[in-house]
């Protein structure tokens, strides 16, 4: 948000373990002969484990969007509960953005494709997506979601909804159909 704010204090000594968590650094708190581990939570360094309590929503005009994909608004970003990597090992996370905005099924209506990544939650491909459809009312509805990354085909499925052949490591790609249902 462009402003500086404390993210640790207290007595003691400060160490780094020489990993990282979220790209943050996890540090090593000594203080009265006791040693704590402390990992960044997006607001604050705490104890390691200890789970930040669930911000409230901000005034986000894709709130909407990143709700019906079912994402919460955490640690001041947007989460669908992927851990966020593994604190021993430093594996990165990238929260929930916003990746295309378009009218995909041709209904007049904007849809969005989300992603998040993370090697921890997502393997080699370490990347999932969600589709939102944009709702004559002006809701959203999630049609899909996958791990892998999309790559709309020019080849159709009823009410007009793309095919989406779905990228990932290695050379066979599955590719899906909107039924009507479901992909």
């Not at 780094?16 to 402390?38: D, E, H, P, Y």
């Not at 921890?120 to 004559?136: E, R």
């Not at 909804?161 to 990932?168: N, R």
Request: hydrophobic letters at 35%; aromatic letters at 12%.
């Amino acid at each position: 948000d462009g402003q500086w704010r404390r993210i640790l204090e207290g007595a003691g000594n400060i160490a780094t373990t020489g990993t990282a968590f979220g790209g943050w650094f996890v540090l090593a708190a000594s203080a009265g002969g006791q040693i704590t581990r402390l990992h960044f939570d997006g607001t604050a360094y705490g104890p390691a484990g200890a789970k930040p309590a669930a911000a409230a929503i901000p005034k986000d005009p894709d709130a909407p969007i990143f709700l019906a994909a079912g994402f919460k608004w955490q640690n001041h970003r947007w989460e669908s509960g992927c851990d966020d990597g593994d604190p021993e090992t430093g594996n990165s996370y990238g929260p929930g953005h916003i990746d295309e905005r378009r009218d995909l099924n041709g209904d007049g209506h904007v849809d969005a494709v989300i992603s998040e990544g993370g090697i921890y939650c997502y393997g080699n491909t370490g990347q999932a997506y969600w589709i939102v459809a944009g709702q004559p009312g002006g809701g959203w509805k999630l049609m899909t979601h996958e791990i892998g990354i999309p790559d709309f085909r020019p080849t159709r499925g009823t009410g007009g909804w793309p095919d989406i052949l779905i990228g990932g490591p290695g050379f066979c790609f599955p590719k899906t159909r909107w039924n009507g249902r479901e992909y």
